[in-house]
């Protein structure tokens, strides 16, 4: 087939689809085919991938043609281009895609058929002017604490446009209730907060630079595979790859699944079950013990609670060191490398032998992901590989890492954006928790500091804060939460589409009809970068490499669509707030302040506008110019960390006192130690009904949903369970063959992939696939990880659990 054929076929394909299942609206697409170049300028991929990849656009009568990536200076290590990955690539399927919104439109169906019709911009004003108001004054259910922006990670990077805009809006009306967290980290900041003493992973300046890969002799990965999620050709996963090359390292990767971050170069592949992580560093530490490899006094002068002697005195005469749960003195059970085994099925002599590398290593690099702590006991497994980097004892030194992660804030260009200003409402929720707000009474039972770890932050630490309103208007510009990101997707369904439904108004504002957008009451359609201007820097994950660029709008918009400044400007004016939002100035005239606004730490003198809009991309190689914990190491009294001892604590006296008088959950324990507890549908306990566990994970094919449109990578990676060819023989299931994947909550059907890239007992799925399912209950034919997980929180964080499952796997 030609390529033109293919495109065309592509496009008819999908727009089949779309009118199916949504509402006959859109015309049909047509890519345009790419011919000789006639304007060319810069644009970027703005998408929550940690990176955001310059793009070289070309355009010819009106249609974007072509597009390609940085191509400036020599590209040497030092000065290296940073190439788009196959999705920043693919980004003309975003402009035309045939799932673009390019009306205003309202819904006539139930909430969640996708039943829309179009309406003039100005109806859709007027509406979303009235409905807010209405919620806004009314004062006994209503009132700013009562309007939501569920986590929205879609428009991360963009400075003018985008959720930031939205925000700006929101805040100037009254506000909205806040969230804490993210359900990216939330468990791992909070184990970083109580054993480093920051709450952030990211930009967080403790952590060692992917570099030190090239002078370490040891790389220890729990669960961290950058070569699929930090995937920029500029950023870590390059590091990642060019540090491999260039080190003797051995190489140990321990994940349920092979990883492309394993790909050949590791030594040693030790899948794990997952939610184990916690339990298998326990027997590491045993066997450490065993052959005296722990040197208790230089692990006390850095960390509490290592030995009796380091504990805080509260903890005193209780056993209650790691030392005491390692051996056993408080439970009875001694964590060897056996019992290590049993709940990891790591075997005892892998284990031992891993302690002994650990010995011998003289820069062991240590680092973890993020799916292990996106648990239910995701807090202490994150707290549990900090321990075993403060009992191996080598941090600081060349060549090692602390297990924070290359996030350790050397980027230079934090560009700043329009300001978003303060949210009037000091109330705040963890985000995970946004439902319970929804499903609950809160009027009759609200949700508290002690249950739900409400917050005031005119209140810090008051345990009587209480949250007693409900959520009656949500809105989304920038997030798939609704019907695709949030666990448990057919409740949160339910919740949104009763007809009694304590939500009264549901505004979208998006770029796609996303499984989200069908649960609008008004859906509004926002241009894509290609369709206007902003600036752009590197983002939370680019590595040692720094950048900046002015981007150009390549074409007009398409439809009616409309950036989310503009829509916010006429939503500002009709409650008579016009010029407060706007200060004066048109989104392309903030675009040039903001230019001329000083760069937070930048080393660059900022070209005049016009010419860097014209040049393209600024870039700066910024290392880190120390390992994590380098000066803490050299005198830990002159350089204390941020916890309230100064020292990495193991034992965690703050835990203790703040869950004491938490009413938790039955089955939820917060320990102060970082003990292993099996989660909830966890691999230790056997489920009959549902004998599987699953390793959830984000995958290369997109940015959570971000992408899922573009039907070229849709292809390219597909979407399927992987099985272990043990089980999948036992279950009689041939690759390619459709399952039937079914939890307590909900069922997919998805095609396998049988392959021993997964371990028996374990099987993988990405996350991310629009879930495709118009009904609650309805099998989900999208294969949406969503319609599995559950929306319990962890303990401790109360963060998101999207990791933690079991199923049931059958042939369909
Ligand atoms: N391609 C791509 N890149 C992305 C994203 C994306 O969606 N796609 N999303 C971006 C965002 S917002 C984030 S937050 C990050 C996410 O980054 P991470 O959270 O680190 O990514 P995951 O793929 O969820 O998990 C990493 C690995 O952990 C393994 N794993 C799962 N459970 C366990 C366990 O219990 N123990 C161990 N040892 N390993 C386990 C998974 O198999 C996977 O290989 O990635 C960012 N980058
Ligand atoms: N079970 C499970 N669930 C998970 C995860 C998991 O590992 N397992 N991962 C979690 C993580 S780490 C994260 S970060 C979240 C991410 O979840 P989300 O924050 O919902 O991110 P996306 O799914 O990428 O959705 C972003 C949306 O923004 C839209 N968008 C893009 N550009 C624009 C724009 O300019 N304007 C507007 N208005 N919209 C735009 C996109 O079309 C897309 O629909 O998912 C979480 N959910
Ligand atoms: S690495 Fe991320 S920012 Fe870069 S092109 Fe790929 S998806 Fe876009
Ligand atoms: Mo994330």
Known sequence: MQRRDFLKSAALASAAASLAGCNGKRTETVIPEPELPVTQGWQSCYVNCGSNCPIKFTVQDGQITQLETDDHGDDQYESRQIRACPRGRSLRQRVYSDERILYPMKRVGPRGSGEFVRISWDDALTEIHQRLEAIYQDSSQGGPESVFFPVSTGTSGMKTSGTGIWKRLFHQLGGYLGTRGSYSTHQVDTATQYTYGIGSVILNGLGSSTREIERSDLVLCFGYNPQETFMSGGGVSYEWSEALHRSDAEVIMIDPRYTESAGGKEQQWLPIRPGTDAALVAGIVYALWEIGAVDDAHVDRYAVGWTEASLPESAKGKNASYKAYILGDRDGVAKTPEWAASMTAVPAATIRELAAKLHRSKAPFIQMGWGLQRQANGENSARAIYTLVAIVGKFGLPGTSNAVGAHNGTHAYITPGIPAGANPVTKSIPCFLWTDAIERDLQQEPMTALTHDVLDSQRPGDPTVQLERNIRAIIVAGSNMLGNQHSNINRTHRLLAAEDSKVDFV??????????????????PEITQFETEDLVCDGWHSGDMANLLATTAAIAPRGESRSAYDICADIAERFGIRQTFTEGRTKAEWVRHLWQTPQASSSLSLPDFDEAKAHGVYREYLPASKPGFADFRADPQANPLKTPSGKIEIYSEAIANLTKDWDLPEGDEVTALPEFRAPWEGGVTDDPDYPFQVAVYHTKGRAHSSFHSHKVLREAIQDALWINPEDAAALGIQNNDTVRVSSRRGVIVVPARVTPRVMPGVAGLGQGAWRNASEVGQEDMGG????????????????????????????A
């Open 784 to 811: 949406c990880i969503n319609t599995l997980t559950d929306h319990r929180p962890s303990p401790l964080a109360k963060g998101c659990t999207g990791g933690t499952l079991r199923v049931k796997i059958e042939r």
């Open 507 to 524: 505004l979208v504002s998006e770029i796609y009809m996303t499984p989200t957008a069908r649960f609008a009451d008004i859906l509004l």
